[in-house]
DNA sequence: CTCTTGCA
DNA sequence: TGCAAGAGT
């Protein structure tokens, strides 16, 4: 879900050409997601292949990717490592919510309630090794390169920005900001107006706010993260005021307030995460003989329309980065 | 989510 | 050209 900063946040419009001929790191878990829960039918049924197997992130990835590159955008995906201990209630959570969602849905097919039913259906998307090996299949067939995390997705990203091997993370969430992230996109997509996407600098938000990225971390701690459930009653508005005011230290002392877990390793998530440094970005041409094996042939894609998401893809310029990512903006 | 189609 | 509706697998 994310850190729940929007109340504090105010992003910049920016449009597609400002992202032209820029590096930008995307959070796969964070897209796979997103094409997982509304790429399917009325209802409620995702995209499958005649073997039954779920084909709405391949259909997500092919096309969102396709449109990116022929906006001049060179995309990197990054995906996640192993969880933080941290993340272990919010991943059980989120199962039950799942599995609940999947009862839900089935027992709204039953009654025909189709709106109903696609409600649940999004809610009960699961990311599987299937999920994940076929994502990364396609963009390798693609020559879309992707970066393995050793653990959060949105802190490798973010450390990619700071090594200039990106200019920016694409997520939906606010995560990234915490993580050191220098700009982050939001609604990196093609649809609705070409001009909506967010846009946030990390030194703009924080210079807004006068504080420091620590002092946005102590927020967002109080406020709660995926790591934690942070401090009743906090919202980012309060949270804000205590960091100014006070200091996170202080305010649980003052009120006594029963705060369980290690607060500096807690902190340390977010400030000092575990960085794969050894990965290697190279954009290739699409093999089209491949893309159209695998998911013609393999998964029953329309050849038509992987043809013409191909033709997007020539765009692509194959060599190492730009220099843009580096001195631009 | 993105693509295609059809119609204003 | 823009929007709504339906299909994609």
């Known amino acids: 879900m994310g850190v729940k900063f929007k109340d504090i946040i105010e992003p910049e419009i920016i449009n597609f050409k400002d992202l032209n001929g820029?590096?930008?790191?995307?959070?796969?878990?964070?897209?796979?997601?997103?094409?997982?829960?509304?790429?399917r039918q009325a209802d409620g049924t995702p995209l499958m292949d005649k073997n039954g197997n779920i084909t709405s992130h391949l259909s997500g990835i092919l096309y969102r990717t396709s449109n990116i590159v022929e906006k001049g955008i060179k995309p990197i995906y990054v995906f996640d490592g192993?969880?933080?201990?941290?993340?272990?209630?919010?991943?059980?959570?989120?199962?039950?919510?799942?599995q609940d969602a999947e009862k839900k849905w089935k027992e709204a097919l039953k009654k025909g309630d189709e709106q109903t039913a696609m409600k649940f259906a999004k809610r009960s998307s699961r990311m599987s090794p299937y999920i994940l090996e076929s994502a990364k299949e396609l963009l390798e067939i693609m020559g879309i390169p992707y970066v393995q995390s050793f653990g959060e997705g949105e802190a490798q990203a973010s450390y990619m920005v700071l090594n200039g091997d990106a200019w920016a993370v694409a997520s939906q969430d606010y995560d990234c900001l915490l993580f050191g992230a220098k700009k982050i996109i939001r609604n990196l997509t093609i649809s609705g107006n070409l001009s909506d996407l967010e846009y946030l600098e990390l030194e703009n938000v924080l210079n807004r706010l006068e504080i420091t990225r620590e002092q946005l971390v102590d927020i967002a701690i109080m406020v709660g993260t995926d790591f934690n459930p942070g401090i009743k009653g906090i919202g980012a508005k309060t949270g804000l005021k205590i960091v100014k005011n006070s200091s996170i230290e202080k305010y649980i002392k003052e009120k006594g307030i029963a705060f369980d877990l290690n607060l500096e390793e807690l902190k340390n998530i977010f400030l000092n995460p575990n960085i794969n440094k050894n990965y290697s970005i190279k954009w290739r041409s699409v093999d089209k003989t491949k893309i159209v094996d695998f998911l013609c042939k393999k998964h029953?894609?329309?050849?038509e329309r992987v043809l013409s998401a191909v033709k997007k893809m020539e765009k692509l310029n194959t060599t190492q980065k730009s220099l843009e990512d580096w001195f631009g903006k």
């Not at 820029?22 to 790429?39: E, G």
């Not at 192993?82 to 799942?98: A, D, M, Q, V």
């Open 82 to 98: 192993e969880p933080s201990e941290y993340k272990e209630n919010t991943i059980n959570e989120r199962r039950e919510i799942r």
């Open 300 to 303: 029953d894609f329309s050849e």
């Open 22 to 39: 820029r590096t930008i790191a995307i959070d796969a878990a964070n897209s796979l997601y997103q094409f997982l829960s509304s790429i």
